[in-house]
């Protein structure tokens, strides 16, 4: 390969990104969506992994806010972002038009501070989607041929419901008496990803006037390593390679 094929394909690894792992837990009302997303985040959150979820909520006024409250009345007075700081619970309230939120949007709100996001709903944004694998949840054996056909791909059903189709290699799952096989299903498919993950994780942020400047893998070895190389040689430094290390610039302005 010559020296130019190696750095352009160099530069194609190291701006390899992988997407947030998305299970997906879907199904008709009362079939137990709510209670299969409380038993795998009990199960993941066990295993060390950082769990986020989201749900879709159909009600076209609802609020998360209440009413008559400061928050609900900075929101009735325009704010498009309220904030809630409590001791224990940050809360942000956006005035948004979510009809066209889409998966990246979703993401991008927790990818940061967490290893898989777990979606309750969110039926048609998913049905199809190779790279969400889903969950469905059966009040009744009917439903089995139908979600065979609209859901794609999936990964496991859950339900008191009896599931029975000729060749069909799906598991069932009772997630009340075996919650822990369901974790475990869910673990084979993400544990990978999440695993690659961590392995790409930023070990260098640069900041300018509190504004974080992207750096791609490459980047941030390099920077990392000649930061640490200098502070290395300087009197009282002792450099193992996991130390937090920061350096402000500033104009010495009299």
């Not at 997906?24 to 409380?38: L, P, Y």
């Not at 409590?86 to 948004?96: F, G, R, S």
């Not at 990818?111 to 059966?138: C, H, M, Q, S, Y």
């Amino acid at each position: 390969m010559h020296f130019i094929e190696h750095i352009k394909t160099q530069r194609w690894i190291e701006n390899i990104s992988i997407p947030l792992p998305i299970i997906a837990v879907v199904g008709s009302r009362q079939s137990g969506k709510t209670t299969t997303v409380e038993a795998l985040v009990r199960g993941l959150t066990k295993k060390g992994y950082r769990v986020a979820t989201a749900k879709h909520i159909h009600e076209a006024n609802f609020t998360i806010d209440t009413k008559e409250k400061d928050t609900w009345r900075h929101t009735q007075a325009g704010a498009k972002t309220t904030i809630s700081v409590a001791p224990n619970e940050l809360t942000i309230i956006k005035k948004v038009n979510t009809n066209k939120y889409n998966l990246n949007a979703l993401s991008q709100q927790c990818e940061k501070e967490a290893d898989v996001l777990i979606l309750e709903g969110f039926r048609k944004l998913v049905a199809k989607n190779p790279l969400v694998p889903k969950l469905v949840t059966l009040k009744h054996t009917e439903e089995v041929a139908e979600t065979l056909e609209y859901f794609k791909p999936i990964l496991a059903f859950e339900g008191s419901a009896k599931v029975e189709a000729k060749g069909l290699k799906i598991p069932k799952i009772d997630v009340l008496k075996e919650p822990q096989v369901l974790t475990e299903i869910v673990e084979k498919r993400i544990g990978p990803i999440i695993k690659k993950r961590r392995a790409l994780k930023e070990t260098l942020t640069i900041q300018v006037n509190e504004k974080t400047l992207r750096l791609n893998p490459f980047a941030q070895k390099f920077i990392r390593n000649v930061i640490v190389s200098i502070a290395s040689t300087l009197k009282g430094a002792t450099i193992k390679g996991d130390e937090n290390v920061s350096i402000k610039l500033g104009n010495n302005k009299s």
